[in-house]
DNA sequence: GTCGACATGTAAATAGTTACATGATTCT
DNA sequence: AGAATCATGTAACTATTTACATGTCGAC
């Protein structure tokens, strides 16, 4: 079974609500799921030209002056299409964590130098943290409590909050135990 | 900058204490890093000659009857250049997850399908924690505490528990929000 | 004798990234 | 005038996976 490009389901998703253009979505993406999916432009402009060639988004161009702005529209066939890949369950991933496999050989090298990597983490992830709160007061604030998106919205963005936290607290146990020793 | 090709730095981790080949390196890490670093047989193969070919390890050749184990050794300049990729800072890895891409979705379609997603996960995460547990019984409790990577490979383990709780918490408050609806 | 694990590899396809390329508009 | 951002795209490359291919050995 081949490994299938999930990136279409990401610009579907994006424009199940309004039609939109590429460059709008990545941009939305990058405020909004760029923690758990990303897309580059060089992935999605060529993904909605086979969408549109599928029949399952449709485009028009408009113009500001002399600037183009191709909008995407989802189709009716490309919304089936879509609400299929939602029923289906999702993929548990396996994620590689150079980290993880830097500890695993922890013993190869120096206390200090293992120390380093996980402080180093640790200022990765209260970054994280913060970024967290920022999408949480300026983005999701913006939006109202009847949204239908925004109780889906705050699931994601929790779920990063915690598994931020758990990761700070597995640090800090870490960093403790290399530094008694 | 072009993306590097990480799985030398985990082969040649495996080599680091004892020749192996790379089919019981393959084997070892099922059973140890499996859920932060997985390689394929079609990708250990060809590296492991390029490692070869580029002097990082040596081969010799062993046979069981007529059943040939190739086996790989590294070599000083091969641990040298682990050790520098040891002391680099460990990338941040931005990884995709669809439960999210899904769940970030959830408005259009309906809170059953929803809440099905996340049970089935629930699932997934107990039983990655029960793995968790047989690697801690069965692996790890055969290494000696005065082995230098024990504690790093419960490090390692204890990432994957901690990530696993966190997820099964954040995993019964969503669940528990979109019931009560 | 045949099934599953052992053991090593190649071929082909796909995914995903980086770098390149172009030009418009807005802000300072 | 120059820099930053808007906006869309292609080319080239690298990584990674799936499927294929081959043969050995031990257990039942």
Redesign the pocket.
């Known amino acids: ?7 279409k389901y990401a610009i579907l998703g994006m424009l199940f609500d309004k039609p939109q ?7 939305f993406m990058k405020e909004s799921t760029t923690h758990f999916w ?6 999605i ?2 993904m ?2 086979a969408l549109e060639r599928d029949g399952l988004v449709t ?1 028009r161009s408009e ?9 995407f529209e989802i189709t009716a066939s490309g919304k089936k299409y879509f609400l299929t890949w939602m029923a289906l369950p999702a993929e548990k991933e ?1 994620n ?1 964590s150079e980290l993880l496999l830097k500890l695993f050989f922890g013993a190869t090298t120096t206390q200090e130098e293992n120390i380093k990597q996980l402080v180093m983490r640790r200022g990765q992830a209260q970054e994280t943290k913060r970024i967290f709160r920022r999408i949480a007061e300026q983005t999701l604030s913006q939006v109202s409590d009847e949204h239908p998106h925004k109780q889906f919205w705050s699931m994601t963005l929790r779920y990063g909050l915690k598994l931020a936290e758990a990761e700070l607290e597995w640090l800090d146990e870490c960093i403790n135990i290399l530094k008694n020793k």
Do not use: C, H, T, W
């Not at 253009?21 to 941009?27: K, T």
């Not at 113009?63 to 909008?71: H, L, N, W, Y």
């Open positions: 079974m081949k490994k299938e490009n999930k990136s253009s590429g460059y709008e979505i990545l941009q990303q897309e580059s432009d060089a992935s402009y060529p909605l030209k485009s113009f500001v002056g002399k600037r183009e702005r191709k909008i396996n590689r």
